[in-house]
């Protein structure tokens, strides 16, 4: 998403000009540790000093097609140019994702860049319909939706054992009815590093090696959704979380994620749950702009008189 602190306000409160550029002249003094409500405040983050740096420059230009943007460019997946590529975190993820972005959901409004720009080693965006076929690894690979056949985090390990090249779990087949295949026990000489862990995790222990997330409101996921290259892929859903995301949708239960949140609190979950890790923030930076952002909307909210 592009954001910018006058054309917030500006579309938030159009009536009251005066009241706004007060705001704004305070929210320069004001950075994302000064609040004492903020939802994220215990994330283990990377210095946001270039964001903040960044927000008072204004926009800049994207590196590569030249367009301005406030932090990133949301078209190329960049930084723009005032915020130096090696002063933003890159988080290395236990797993590979592909983001399948609805051709209507808006380039400046989506979360899944976020992830692009923070992982670009394991994210792969892509817009529908251009998606992968999934058929052959579908042993291997889950989809984060919601719906009457989708399991915990904490099941996949149980239910992929299921998941072979040559079959999946029926709809009226339940995963949890044959025991998991226990390998043998192999005493190591020297005890992994959780990086060691984490990395042969990939072909080892669950087979998981890829997550899908969709990109898209949730009036646009049945388009998607019942693509049938999705088919058949074991379905996980994230109930416990709530979103903090400040374009959350009307009458949606607030379980329902931003794309970002959804992989944060699933990558959490999975290490947790699933590799059996102690986790100490290792993928916290992936909420690096959505944190600075969420505290940017939320100021220029109260200052605005909107909670």
């Known amino acids: ?44 983050l990377a210095s946001q000093e270039v964001l903040e740096k960044a927000k008072k420059s204004g926009r800049s230009k994207c590196p590569r097609c030249s367009s301005s943007r406030m932090f990133y460019c949301y078209t190329c997946f960049v930084p723009v140019e005032t915020v130096p590529t090696k002063e933003i975190p890159t988080v290395k993820l236990p797993l590979k994702i592909d983001i399948i972005k609805h051709p209507n959901e808006t380039d400046g409004k989506s979360t899944a860049v976020h992830a692009k720009l923070l992982a670009p080693d394991d994210v792969t965006i892509y817009k529908y319909p251009c998606i992968p076929e999934y ?39 339940d995963c949890s009815r044959e025991p998991f295949l226990k390998k ?21 222990g669950t087979g998981l090696k890829k997550i899908i997330f969709i990109d898209s409101t949730w009036n646009q996921t049945n388009k998607i959704i019942t693509d ?55 993928y916290d930076n992936l909420l690096f702009f959505f944190s600075f952002m969420y505290t940017l909307i939320k100021n220029a909210k109260c200052c605005a008189g909107k909670q």
């Not at 009241?19 to 215990?42: I, K």
């Not at 889950?142 to 054992?161: M, R, T, Y």
């Not at 290259?229 to 979380?241: A, F, V």
């Open 228 to 282: 049938e290259r999705l088919q058949g892929l074991l379905q996980i859903e994230l109930k416990t979380r709530k979103t903090c995301f400040w374009r959350h949708q009307k009458g949606k239960p607030d379980t329902y994620l931003s794309t970002i949140e959804a992989i944060y609190y699933f990558l959490v979950d999975y290490h947790q749950e699933v590799l059996k890790g102690n986790y100490k923030g290792q």
């Open 135 to 173: 058929e052959e690894n579908r042993h291997e690979i889950a989809l984060i939706f919601p719906g009457p056949n989708s399991v915990s985090v904490k099941d996949i390990p149980f239910c992929l054992q299921k998941y072979t090249k040559k079959g999946v779990c029926g709809n009226d087949d």
């Open 1 to 44: 998403m592009s954001l910018n602190p006058s054309s917030l306000l500006n579309e938030e409160n159009s009536q009251e000009p005066k009241r706004n550029t007060e705001c704004l002249e305070s929210l320069e003094l004001q950075t994302p540790s000064s609040f004492q409500d903020h939802p994220l405040q215990q994330l283990q």
């Open 184 to 204: 043998a026990k192999i005493e190591p000489k020297e005890e992994k590093s959780q990086n060691d862990r984490i990395s042969s995790n990939r072909s080892e």
